[in-house]
């Protein structure tokens, strides 16, 4: 598909959109977590080798680097992928940055404030994302929040500089399951809001882990990164609702030629992993306690 190319930079580290004053927020309210036992299955060894095999033949003639991580929410079907490395988030930190921001809010949101919300979402308007990330306290408020989530494996950018935050692709899968989980932390009108954002991204970056197909609400990143010599970071992470089965994946990619070569890299990359899922009868369970 032929993408637009875009010239937003994720590194702006002020709040645009309005000049009003600026409290710290009070503490979050304590994450609610899921109790008893949780089944999760992971993909019989011959098909996990299967997968393995097709996405490394795909990626070894493309450039740069990619990983993901999907969950199933459906068979309770787990599957990560060159993950242990860490990516820059660029824009798909705007994900990250709504469910702090929610978190915080204890579904008290402002007119102007869903206003932001919105447009860092739905326009990925970066003075929004940065006037929201004050709101929650910034790296400082941004951890904190990690941390009581169990998202231990991203690293926020330094000072204001959210763009720059690095991440996993199965961290970034904790984030969409925090967000939209209803055992999880947020009440109902939150994750329905949530979900309302990002089904209605603007058609130009509607590109990434829709390729896979059925009912998607996501959210893309995309930067020409300076500590990668202009090379593009391409990213994208969302909800499906694939063939039956509620899908959150989360696909980083770095240092690709262009734009485009990243998109149809990452869009790849997750049609493979959806159909190996979604077309995959027979799993292995494991018991899971929290």
Request: neutral net charge; proline residues 6%; aromatic residues 6%.
């Amino acid at each position: 598909m032929r993408v637009r190319r875009l010239s937003l930079s994720v590194l702006l580290a002020v709040a645009g959109c309005a000049t009003p004053s600026i409290a710290v927020p009070p503490p979050a309210a304590p994450v609610r977590q899921p109790v008893g036992v949780v089944v999760e299955s992971v993909l019989p060894v011959a098909a996990r080798r299967a997968l393995d095999q097709s996405l490394d033949r795909y990626l070894r003639d493309r450039p740069g680097r990619a990983a993901l991580a999907v969950y199933d929410r459906t068979t309770g079907t787990r599957y990560a992928f060159r993950e242990r490395t860490p990516f820059m988030l660029a824009s798909v930190m705007k994900v990250d940055i709504l469910l702090a921001f929610l978190l915080t809010k204890r579904g008290e949101l402002s007119d102007y404030e869903r206003d932001l919300a919105s447009r860092m979402i739905r326009d990925s308007d970066n003075d929004c994302a940065g006037e929201l990330y004050m709101t929650i306290g910034g790296r400082e408020g941004f951890a904190r929040v990690l941390r009581r989530l169990g998202v231990e494996h991203t690293e926020p950018g330094p000072s204001l500089y959210w763009g720059t935050t690095l991440s996993r692709p199965s961290d970034q899968v904790k984030v969409l399951e925090h967000l939209t989980d209803p055992e999880g932390p947020l009440p109902a009108t939150d994750r329905r809001y949530a979900l309302k954002l990002m089904s209605s991204v603007q058609p130009s970056q509607a590109w990434g882990v829709s390729a896979a197909g059925g009912e998607v609400a996501l959210k893309n990143g995309w930067l020409p990164a300076d500590a990668h010599d202009g090379l593009w970071t391409i990213n994208s992470v969302g909800r499906l609702d694939v063939r039956g089965h509620e899908l959150l994946i989360a696909v980083l990619s770095e240092r690709s030629p262009t734009m485009e070569t990243g998109i149809a890299t990452v869009e790849r990359l997750a049609r493979l992993a959806v159909d190996a899922l979604t077309g995959s009868e027979e799993t292995v369970s494991a018991s899971k306690v929290f």
